[in-house]
């Protein structure tokens, strides 16, 4: 049991850290448990987790922080990116919505 707890964390699948042999990254695990307020129980029983991958997701997230806010930053900028290379038609703009 103890080297799946060293394990829980991983980047094999991934760019970004995510819970081991899941594509739940620890990023979501963050958004949806600090920025939603998502019971930890709940987020591991939808997704078929251990509640203790949740925590050392959390753990991992916080522990990191520079990195983190790499990955974080990678995210943004490859979503402004995507948006703008959207060609909508002239006159129509989602963020005004």
Not at 40 to 52: C, G, K
Not at 56 to 64: I, S, T
């Amino acid at each position: 049991m103890a080297e799946r707890d060293t394990r829980r964390v991983a980047r094999d699948l991934m760019s970004e850290p995510h819970i081991h042999g899941r594509r739940i990254s620890v990023r979501q695990v963050y958004a949806l448990v600090e920025e939603r307020g998502e019971d930890p129980e709940a987020i591991a029983d939808r997704y078929d987790l251990d509640v203790a991958d949740i925590y050392h997701a959390l753990a991992y997230y916080h522990d990191h922080p520079r990195e983190m806010r790499t990955v974080e930053q990678e995210r943004d900028d490859a979503m402004e990116g995507f948006r703008e290379s959207i060609v909508r038609p002239e006159g129509v703009d989602p963020d005004t919505v």
